[in-house]
C-alpha cells in the first residue's frame, strides 16, 4: 500500500544559500508518522524553478504541499528589500500545477501569519514550530477528515476571512514546547534530489545549522522570536543534538551554525550540549564530531569561564555576540527578561571578548543603533565602546524594522493610534504618513499585520524605526535624509586603522563596500573561492579575496 505524499517547497531565491533546515525537521516527523516526504528545493535551482515546479507536479499527485518561508524582507534599513513578491509567484506556480491544499510556515511567515495566508491566496498557516501541526494536519487530510480539528491551525476561509483553530491549552499557544520534537535527532542528508541536500548547501553556502532549543522566554523590544517561535525554551534532548552533529560532520559539514534564539540563554541546557560534544570527543578518537568548527549567537550574559572552556573544546571556532549597544539609558526597557529586567551591561561584553581571545575563539560584536532615546552622542559612545573591545570584528546596523508582534511594533501601533504619524516611523517606499493601527482598532488580525508591509493601496511598503532625536543634517528634504546623516557620521567616526574589522552599514554612492547578506559579493565570492564558516571571520581580509589574492 503506497504511502500518502506530503510535499514541501522552499520558495527561497537568495543566495548565498541557506539550507532550509526546517524542512529536514518537519521531513523528520512526516516520515515518522508513517508519511512519504518529497523536498523540491528552488533555492539550488532559481535560474529553472518554474520548469522544476512544473516537472515534479507534472508527475506528483501530494495530499498537502508545505512552503516554508523564512524570510519576508532583508529587514536590512537600507536595503528594505522585500521577497514576497517573488514567494507569491511561486505559490501561484504550485498552484498551476497542483489541487493540493497549501501550508504556510517559517519564522519569517509567523511574524505575520494571518495577513500572509490572505495574500499568498493559501490554503492554511502554522504559527511558530510546525512539526506536530504538519503531522495532524496531513493525517486529516489523508484520512479525508476535517483539518478544522486541527489545534493551531490557521485557516483561509476566503475574502479576508483568516481564522485560527484555538489550541488546546492557552500555556501550549504561547510557549509551543509542546508543538517541538524534542526527543529524536533531526533527520539530515546529502546527495538526495528528493530530500534537502545538507553537503550541497555546505559547500554553495559555506555553513550547516543546528538547532538547540527553540523559542525564546526573553522580551527585548525589537524581537520577532518570543511570539513567532514561543515565549518558552522547549529543549532538545542534549543527546539527539549531538547525534545530529555527528551525522552532519560525517556528511562532510563540519561549520554548523546554531539557530537558537541565543544559544547561551538558559545556559545549563547549553552546558549540557558542549559536554555531550566533549564526552564524545573524548572517548571516541574516530569520531567526525573532531571535525566539527561550531559558530554560536549569544547574549553577552550569562557567560563564564566554564562556558568558554566547553566551547573552546567542543570545537566553537566563533561567537557572534549582541550588546546591540553599551548605554544603559539606551538598553533599559529594550534589552530585558520576561519580567521586564536588564540582564548583562558593557562590562559583560568586555569579559566575553577577553575570554573567547584567551581560549582561541573569534568574535563578531554587533549593535543595533537608531533605538527610541539614540542621539549623536549615544550612538559616539557606542562606537568607542565597542571599537574598544577585543573583536575580531565589529558591526553596527542603523535603525529596526518594525513587525507587528514585537513590543516596538505593538507600541508604536498603540503611539499612533492610527491618527498620529509617529516620529521615527520610515520606509523607503512611503508616499505618505505611515499610520499604525492598534489590534483592537482593526477589524482583523489581517487588517492589522498588513500594515507593517503594505501601504493602504496594496504597495510594499516595510516599517522601520529610526530614532529622531539623531540629528538631521543640512539636507533635511526627505525621511531619509537623517539616516544619511547618521551613516556619514559612522564612517567619520571609525578610524581609518579599524575599518578592516568593521562592518558598517552602506549607501549607493556614498560607501565602497555592502554588508547586506542578500546576493551580497563579498559572500558570493567567498562561496565562489571554497570559504567555509560564518562570513564575518573573513571580513578583515574583504580586499585581499575579492582581489582573488587569498585562497580558502
Excluded at 30 to 53: C, I, K, M, N, Q
Excluded at 466 to 487: H, I, K, M, Q
Aim: with cysteine.
Amino acid at each position: 500500500m503506497n504511502r500518502p505524499l506530503v510535499t514541501l517547497v522552499n520558495p527561497n531565491l537568495v543566495h548565498p544559500p541557506i539550507t532550509p533546515y526546517a524542512l529536514d525537521i518537519l521531513t523528520t516527523s512526516l516520515e515518522a508518522a508513517g508519511f512519504e516526504v518529497d523536498v523540491v528545493d528552488l533555492t539550488l535551482v532559481r535560474d529553472r524553478w518554474r520548469h522544476t515546479v512544473a516537472t515534479y507536479f507534472g508527475e506528483h499527485r501530494p495530499v498537502l504541499v508545505g512552503m516554508t518561508f523564512r524570510n519576508t524582507d532583508t529587514i536590512y534599513p537600507q536595503e528594505q528589500r522585500v521577497f514576497l513578491d517573488s514567494h507569491r509567484d511561486i505559490v501561484r506556480e504550485v498552484q498551476r500545477w497542483t489541487t493540493a491544499p497549501i501550508v504556510g510556515g517559517g519564522v519569517g511567515f509567523s511574524s505575520m501569519p494571518f495577513a500572509l495566508v490572505d495574500w499568498f491566496g493559501i490554503d492554511y498557516g502554522v504559527k511558530g514550530p510546525g512539526e506536530m501541526t504538519l503531522v495532524e494536519l496531513a493525517t486529516m487530510l489523508a484520512n479525508d477528515d476535517s483539518p478544522a480539528k486541527v489545534p493551531g491551525l490557521i485557516i483561509n476561509l476566503g475574502r479576508g476571512d483568516v481564522r485560527q483553530i484555538p489550541h488546546r491549552t492557552q500555556l501550549t499557544a504561547d510557549g509551543r514546547v509542546d508543538l517541538v520534537n524534542r526527543s529524536t535527532p533531526y533527520l539530515r542528508r546529502s546527495g538526495r534530489p528528493d530530500k534537502v541536500d545538507n553537503l550541497a548547501y555546505y559547500e554553495r553556502g559555506g555553513l550547516g545549522n543546528i538547532l538547540t532549543k527553540n523559542g525564546c522566554t526573553y522580551a527585548c523590544a525589537h524581537c520577532v522570536e518570543p511570539d513567532a517561535k514561543g515565549n518558552r525554551f522547549a529543549r532538545r534532548a542534549e543527546a539527539a543534538v549531538v547525534d545530529e552533529m555527528e551525522l552532519l560532520t560525517a556528511q562532510g559539514v563540519h561549520d554548523l551554525h546554531t539557530t537558537d534564539s541565543e544559544f547561551n540563554l538558559n545556559i545549563a541546557h547549553s552546558k549540557a550540549v558542549l559536554r555531550e560534544i566533549v564526552r564524545r570527543k573524548r572517548t571516541d578518537r574516530s569520531s567526525p564530531l573532531h571535525d566539527l568548527r561550531l559558530w554560536i549567537y549569544v547574549q553577552p550574559a550569562p557567560f563564564d569561564e566554564e562556558y568558554a572552556a566547553l566551547l573552546a573544546e567542543a570545537g566553537c571556532a566563533g561567537i557572534n555576540v549582541a550588546p546591540d549597544h553599551v548605554r544603559d539609558d539606551v538598553l533599559n526597557g529594550w534589552k530585558v527578561t520576561g519580567r521586564g529586567t536588564r540582564f548583562y551591561g558593557y562590562a559583560d561584553v568586555q569579559r566575553l571578548c577577553d575570554l573567547a581571545t584567551q581560549y582561541g575563539m573569534l568574535t563578531m560584536v554587533e549593535a543595533l543603533l537608531g533605538m527610541p532615546g539614540e542621539t549623536a552622542e549615544t550612538m559616539h559612545d557606542c562606537v568607542d565602546g565597542l571599537l574598544a573591545l577585543d573583536a575580531t570584528v565589529v558591526g553596527f546596523t542603523l535603525g529596526l524594522r518594525a513587525f507587528p508582534y514585537s513590543p516596538l511594533g505593538r507600541d508604536l501601533a498603540a503611539r499612533s493610534g492610527g491618527t498620529r504619524a509617529v516620529p521615527g516611523l520610515q520606509s523607503n517606499t512611503a508616499t505618505a504618513p505611515i499610520l499604525l493601527s492598534t489590534l483592537e482598532q482593526c477589524h482583523s488580525r489581517v487588517e492589522y499585520e498588513r500594515q507593517f508591509m503594505f501601504d493602504p493601496m496594496g504597495g510594499f511598503r516595510p516599517v522601520y524605526y529610526f530614532s529622531p532625536a539623531l540629528p538631521e543634517g543640512a539636507r533635511n528634504t526627505r525621511s531619509g535624509d537623517r539616516w544619511l546623516t547618521s551613516l556619514e557620521l559612522l564612517w567619520e567616526w571609525v578610524p581609518l586603522h579599524d575599518r578592516p574589522r568593521v562592518m558598517l552599514p552602506t549607501a549607493p554612492g556614498l560607501t565602497p563596500e555592502d554588508n547586506n547578506y542578500a546576493d551580497n559579493p563579498f559572500l558570493l565570492r567567498l562561496t565562489e573561492l571554497g570559504y567555509k564558516g560564518a562570513f564575518w571571520s573573513h571580513w578583515p581580509l574583504r580586499a585581499e579575496i575579492m582581489g582573488g589574492t587569498v585562497p580558502a
